[in-house]
């Protein structure tokens, strides 16, 4: 780039770093010390801030608040054992961002104001980005309608922000999920391949009543017949079915994931066979049943690779084999995490080093 971006910064006066227990994180709930917010005002994406993390003010007509248009992305930064910042496939979510963008009539974001904005949040915030094992910085990219309008038609004015979190390790031990035949999360023409606020609102009540039920997670398929595994919560679903990878393909009721394109790649260049493919649940409930079905897993940001233990389905838990550290799922969650972590070469261009 030939001219930086401007960006107005207003530091905090005194970090509130000393007040956070970084030997116990818990996920989401502590702020570093800025934020990066920029609005959208006549056309045009205004010059970006970085402001101390706090609270903002806006009218009770704001229209997100009323007809959602509001959109996020989730990913994260870690530092190495030489103290350097390396983001994970930042590039993948401002597109990915920019997807939800289109289809929710909001304007995009441009590149140097999410990648500049993210990297001088990140360098000004270095500090809160823990470097102990498993840690990392949770970072959160969002964007909102923000006039004060009753009446359902896109916002004029917006805003964009990036806060960030120091999260823990996210150890989870592996998850029972009931596979969803009644509620839908995304339907042939709706939104579920965009990251927009309200796919997550509708899931609250399905979610709860798994859970109810004494499972972590949903397994939703698909909305006409309930026949075909799509996703599970805010991840995307991944087996090993006979010594193949095999995932949904991606559409416009599935959420293309980052870990989820990451761990296939990571399979070819094992040598893996990868099948992006539908996947019924009576093959799935079979396979598992003859042992033919591997492993079964979750993949996105927030847990990188979620084992799943437990598949429930009308009424029958069906379990998977116990875990064991030559799984493909524990293989390549290493091996993604060195990447991450700077541990082992970059060697396929995922790291923005800051
Ligand atoms: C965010 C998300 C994922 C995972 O995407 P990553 O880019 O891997 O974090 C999967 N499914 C849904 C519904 C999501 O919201």
């Known amino acids: 780039m030939t001219d930086t971006l401007q960006i107005d910064i207003h530091p905090i006066e005194k970090s509130r770093i000393d007040t956070v227990d970084f030997d116990n ?12 917010s920029v609005d959208y005002q006549n056309g ?11 609270d903002i003010t806006f009218s009770p007509a704001m229209m997100s608040l009323h007809y959602g248009q509001a959109i996020f992305e989730g990913m994260k930064a870690y530092k190495s054992a030489s103290g350097e910042i390396l983001v994970f ?9 920019n997807k939800s963008a289109d289809r929710m009539c909001m304007p995009a974001i441009p590149e140097d104001i999410f990648m500049e904005g ?22 959160r990219p969002f964007m909102f309608s923000t006039d004060g309008y009753v009446g359902v038609s896109p916002s004029k004015g917006y805003k964009f922000m990036i806060f960030t979190c120091p999260v823990g390790a996210y150890y989870t ?31 609250l009540y399905p979610t709860k009543l798994a859970s109810d039920a004494g499972y972590d ?75 033919k079905v591997q492993e079964a897993f979750g993949a996105g940001t927030a847990a990188v690779i979620a084992p799943i233990a437990t598949i429930g389905y009308d009424g029958v838990d069906y379990e998977l084999p116990a875990q064991s550290l030559d799984l493909f799922s524990r293989r390549v969650f290493t091996e993604i995490d060195n990447i991450k972590t700077g541990k082992i070469a970059d060697t396929r261009g995922w790291i923005m080093k800051i």
């Open 25 to 36: 994180l818990v996920f989401g709930r502590s702020f570093s010390d800025h934020m990066l």
């Open 173 to 203: 031990k592996p998850i029972r999920v009931r596979v969803e035949t009644k509620f839908i999360r995304a339907a042939h023409g709706g939104v579920g391949f965009s990251k927009n606020a309200g796919n997550y609102g509708a899931s």
């Open 44 to 54: 045009e994406w205004q010059r970006p801030q970085i402001l101390p993390f706090g």
């Open 217 to 291: 997670q949903i397994i939703w398929t698909d909305a006409s017949e309930h026949k075909f595994v799509e996703e599970a919560g805010t991840m995307n679903l991944m087996f090993v079915i006979d010594g193949k990878l095999v995932t949904a393909p991606i559409g416009d009721t599935i959420l293309d994931g980052v870990t989820r394109k990451s761990v296939i790649q990571v399979a070819r260049d094992f040598g893996m066979a990868v099948e992006e493919r539908q996947l019924s649940i009576q093959e799935l409930t079979e396979g598992v049943t003859s042992g």
């Open 118 to 139: 993210l990297s001088a949040l990140l360098s000004l915030d270095s500090a809160w980005i823990p470097a102990k094992e498993g840690c990392s910085m949770y970072i």
């Open 89 to 97: 496939r930042p590039e993948e979510n401002w597109k990915r961002l």
